[in-house]
Each structure stands twice: as C-alpha cells, then as structure tokens.
C-alpha cells in the first residue's frame, strides 16, 4: 500500500482523503493542530516551516505533497536531499510561492499576462500607473491568497507599506466579462489532463462560486486556457493538480491571473461533477499513477462556497430542502468570512442546477 | 459535530468514512483487530460480543451503528439499556440476524417468499423435500453469510450435521430467471427512499456482478421490488439501509431471499453511480438526518468486485488501462476469495459500461 504524506491540515487535505481510501493508499496529514480539519488522517502536529519536524514526517512516505503553497524552499531542498519524492517538487512550487518569479516565468513560456512590472520604488509604481490610466492591482510577491497581500493602488503611494519590505508585483487591472479557472493534472511521467474550462465568481477578492463548464464562454476562449494550462503544467514541471486563474478580459483575451499547485477551490465542483476528482487526480499524479478521465458527470455542475459556520442543524435543514445537493463540511469551528463547507449541484439544466445550490447553500446563511 | 459509532472494521465501515467526512459527521469504528479495512476511523479495537466494550466504544457517539449484523441481542439491548441509539435498532436487527424469524415476521406481513418451513429433523426434512420435488435449500438459521451456512440438500440426512445444533430453514429451490436487489433506506421518522432496482450476478454463492438498473426487467418486477422493500422497511422498523436479496423467479414472481440492514454488496454502485450513495445514505438515515436523492448520475452503472488481494501495480496496470473506472480497495491483506476491492463504470450504453468494467476488473487477475 502506497503512502502520501500531506503537509497541511486543512480542507483540501481532508478532501484528499475519501480518495485515497477508494484507492487503498495510505494517507498521512502534517497538520498545524490537532482540531484541523484533515485531523482524521493527521499522524502528526508539527510546523511546517521546521525541517526536522517534516523529515521525520516524511520517513516512510511514498511521496509528500501538500495542502497549502507555504512550505520554505530550504525545508522542500533539505527533504529532496534525503530522497524524499517532494510532489511538486520545489523547483515547481517556487513559482507558485513567489508571483514575482511567476510572471517573469510564464512570460519566458510566452504566456499571455495581464501587463506586470517589478517594483521596488514609488516612483517606479508611478511610472506603471501614469502607463496603466493611474489604476493598477498591486501584489505582495509571497504569502498572498483569497484577497489578501493585493490591493487597488491609484496613488504612487499606495504601497508604501509593503515596498518597505521588498520588490512588489504590479499589474494591469483588467478589465474582465468573467473569472475563469482551468483545472489540469500532470504526472511525473509526463501524462496531462484537463477538466472543462470553468466559470468562477469571486466576492471581496474569495471564490464564492463556480460553475462547470463556463457558460458561453467560446471555443477560442476554451482552447487558449487548455493551451496555457499545458504549457505552464509542462514548463514548469508541475506534479498534481495545477490550477490556472483566468481572466476573459473585455477583449476577448484570456490571461493569468494566479497559479495553485495543488486541488484548488475552482475544482470542488471535480468531486460530484466529474468522473475523476481533483483529489483523486492529485493523488494518482503525485504517485506517477495513470490518471483518471475527467469527463463531466453531468451537462453541469455549480458549486457554492458556504463562509462562516456550518452547524448540524443547518446541515441537516438544507440536505431537507434540496435532497440532490452535496453538502461538504470542513470541520472547522466556526469564523466569520471562513470557508467552512461546500455545495454543488449537478444537472442537466443550469437555471435550475444554480437555484438548487443556492437555495441549499441559503439555508447555511444567519 | 455529530458522532457515529460503527461496530465492525470491515470495507463497509471503511466506506462509511468518505461519506462521513463529506457530512462533517464524526466517526468512529470499534474494530476486530488494529489491521482492520477501517482503520484510518478506529477509535478502538475489542471484541464487539463483549457488552462492557462496546459501551465503553458507545460512550459519547450519538447514534450506534453496525458493518455487520452480528452484535449479540443482549449486547444491543444492554446499549438501548443505557440509552445509546442504536440505529437499526435490536427489534429490527433480529430478523437481519436470524432468518427463520425473518421469514415468520415476513409471512405475517404478507411479503412474498418461496416455500419454506422450520425444520427440527430429518423426518420433517424429508417431508419438506417430498412436497418440493426432492430438492430444497437449508441454511442454519444463524452467521451465515456470502455462501456459507447454506446448502443444497437433497437427502432427508443432509443437514444431521446442522440439525444436530437446533432448527434449520428449509426453503424451496426457486427456478429463477435472475437475481435482484431491491435497496432502500429508512429514517426513524419514517421517510423511506429506494434506489432503482439492480440485477446481481453470484458466482459460487458470493456476489460477483451488480447491474444497475437492472436491465429489461419490466414494470412489475419494479413495483413488485419496490414494494416488498417498502413493506419490509417500514414492517420491521428499519434504520438506515436496508438490502432486499430477491429471486425473479421463472414463473414471473418476484421472492425474497435474504435480508440486510447496512450498507450492502447489491449498493456499492451507488458510491459512483447515484446522486446519495448508500453509505452516505446510511449515515444520514442513522442521524435521522433528511434522505438523499436517490437518483442514477448515468444510465447505467456495472460493478465488479476484486477477490485475493489488489496489488498497488495492479491498480496502477487497472487505472491505466480504463480511465474512467472508479477503482474502490479495502485495503486488506492478500487472501484467497476475500472481497479485496470493487471496480464501478457508468455511462449510457450497457455493453460499453460492462466491458470497461470487466476490463478494469480483470487486471487485477493473476
């Protein structure tokens, strides 16, 4: 029986482990503490940041892989020295931890981007704007996610505060019709899959939902994301689940926006709405196994993230209310604005699959 | 958080576990041995026989239930005693428990059965065959499962052996056209829901091939099935899933053969095949929580079960060669005819589901 080990105790890592009891692996969970939400296969708490800590960890995995981007490259460079199979690897995550490093990447691939600069002064941000209308998105180069570490600047001093720290990213503010997300797999052995190009809808800079496949979105449109989503899975030697942020600007150009390296919320929808998951696809690449086809279940498939709590009462009033909803709980006490669970719902008619998993995700709401 | 306890390791408690996680329920599983199929959710290991040990495994679970349904009566009522849910409950699970009860209370409801009768000796044997054309069935009334406690006699001192320990059922060797399955699953408030009616192949007494629908079987079988299992779930007080066995004999009736009251073989399909899978079903059943949509997610489903053992390269070699095959292993040691895992298709064309299925299944031979 094979072993993954799962540095992060968090939903995606509860997520992996349905699929690797179908598939008879072993899952182990380096959690942040003991109440996380992966806690049923965590065999140790510990941090992540400690090289000790994760290389005692990894003794007798098959392979490691993770349930955050936030591992430091020298704890990834110190288990790769000991043997340990690292999946992706840390020549690959770096470019998933540092955005900086990843527009200067992507580009070298010819990847289309939203316009970026690097910038280490106020004047230079300065320059961007007076080139970009006197609007641009400024990044943190590291530690950003679900909105935070980026900010609107429309003032050469705008980021002041982060720029003493170091070089930000800034780009281009898009302006978009819609979100997009393309969800594709790679195995060591060099195997690609895709799932259909999705829709994604985000509230105050966080998923909040996702429909598969994209509505309208075009066949230029569909086949520009397969081809980015390839060639970043192959130029930057990703192992598992890569996870490509659109934009579908108001031109029809279809740009990067951010990376994920590993199952991503644009791909909850992959667990009721695909033949294989994106936590099932993650293990099979992470252990050079064939993957698995990636075919829809249904014409579509929409997924609503549900914020806050998810109280049993709640659980039980909205499976009440919409019996063909699948409800997923993170088992995670309760934190406003904090994912806590899941909904989606297939079917073959959007208008009444997007009612049925909003009216269940509704009943989670006050 | 609610909590469920499951009595029993086996792979139907290790399926129990993805559904459990999905919901958010918390669940724990008091296994035979540290090795179990359910390992990952064991919260203890002791003999489910012994009442002390399976109340001190009850203590903080808010409902008690079962992966097989051997707990002794006295261990159940020693539960209820002390005010544990037990769900099915121990009125209910003394007909999964001893079949010449099953088959009196089913008489009395009016459920349709081949011939059978109490039999206490080879006089009253030999009676039984005389009026059925030499040949019947006896099973011990107690323990038997997959084939065992079950033989074909047809000789009045075919079954001194078993007679010898108290009364045996004998039964009428139905001529059938096939078998069937009829699974359900009831809440204490009484809401029943019924998955399509499925055609099970047994190969040497064990279930080898489920078929879902089950194909041509016409509308009378259907409602016949659907009402029997109805009639059972509600007559007997059945919590959670509930498994009808059923012969479609050649004379068009459609009788019950056995009964179980947990997740079960004739099911499995549902894990990939139904918008509620059987086991979350269960558990959903068992909180008392509102049924899932029952509803097929293809027009077909087609599921194999693996015997032996299931070799990582031979699931690797299984995946590789079908990619849409949704490989299920119990993560159990090698051993001759042990179910070791289970392979379901779907998809809208039988022939094409049950080659692939078959395919997938077949890799993992020799």
Request: with cysteine.
């Amino acid at each position: 029986m094979p072993v993954v080990g799962v540095i992060g105790g968090g939903q995606l890592a509860r997520m992996m482990v349905p699929a690797a009891i179908a598939l008879g692996i072993e899952i182990r969970v380096l959690a942040e503490a003991p109440d996380s939400s992966a806690r049923l296969a965590a065999t140790a708490v510990g941090d992540y940041r400690d090289a000790a800590t994760v290389l005692e960890f990894a003794r007798g995995c098959d392979a490691i892989t993770f349930d955050h981007e936030h591992v430091p490259q020298e704890v990834l460079r110190a288990l790769v020295a000991e043997g340990v199979a690292v999946r992706p690897g840390p020549d690959a995550l770096l470019y998933a931890q540092d955005k900086l490093l990843m527009r200067e990447r992507l580009g070298a691939l010819g990847v289309p981007m939203p316009d970026w600069a690097r910038v280490e002064s106020a004047d230079e941000l300065a320059a961007f704007l007076a080139d970009h209308g006197g609007r641009a998105i400024v990044k943190t180069p590291r530690g950003g996610y679900d909105g935070k570490g980026v900010r609107i600047v429309d003032d050469a001093h705008g980021a002041d505060d982060w720029l003493a720290d170091g070089a930000v990213l800034v780009e281009e503010l898009v302006v978009f019709q819609r979100e997009l997300a393309q969800l594709a797999a790679r195995r060591p052995s060099g195997e690609v899959r895709l799932w259909p190009l999705v829709e994604t809808v985000q509230r105050g800079g966080v998923c909040a939902e996702v429909i598969a496949p994209a509505p309208a979105v075009g066949d230029a449109a569909e086949r520009a994301a397969a081809e980015i989503a390839t060639v970043v899975a192959n130029g930057l030697g990703v192992t598992g689940v890569l996870a490509v942020e659109l934009f579908h600007a108001a031109d029809g150009r279809v740009l990067v926006n951010e990376l994920a390296m590993r199952p991503h919320n644009s791909g909850h929808f992959s667990i009721d709405g695909s033949v294989t998951s994106q936590f099932e696809q993650h293990l099979r690449a992470v252990l050079d196994w064939p993957l698995g086809a990636t075919d829809a279940l249904a014409d579509w498939s929409v997924m609503i993230n549900v914020f806050g709590s998810l109280p049993d009462a709640q659980i039980a009033a909205a499976l009440g209310h919409q019996p063909s909803a699948k409800v997923h709980a993170y088992g995670k006490g309760p934190r406003a604005g904090r994912k806590a669970g899941h909904v989606t719902v297939i079917g073959s008619d959007l208008d009444d699959v997007a009612y049925r998993a909003r009216a269940a995700a509704s009943r989670f709401e006050g």
